[in-house]
């Protein structure tokens, strides 16, 4: 099955509607190693799962969301630990080259843009 890891890592299962979820049940989810999840625990604030009997993990629903969010910022986009992290802690979405990625197309501005570039191109 040396496909089935790939598959795993592009295509993440949906999160159950359970309350909460164990370190493993979360590792499944997001296609991560219970190793990872800890060390991501003391790296970005936002995660805080509940810790019970024995010192074990539960994670919530918002949690695990958290977790796929950072593992698309880190796995995906190429982002490091410290740039994921400012992302989550400003909301705001950068390139790692620093400039910013707009949110919301405006059509006709990148219309207007295109024509300009296209006319400009033209001229030389």
Known sequence: MPGTQDNA??????IPGKRYFTIGEVSELCAVKPHVLRYWEQEFVQL?????RGNRRYYQHHEVVLIRRIRGLLYEKGFTISGARAILETGTSTRPSGTSIPTKLDLPTVKRE???????????
């Open 48 to 52: 805080k799962p509940v810790k019970r």
């Open 114 to 124: 295109l024509e300009d570039l296209v006319a400009y191109l033209k001229a030389d």
């Open 9 to 14: 890592l592009t295509e993440l299962p949906p």
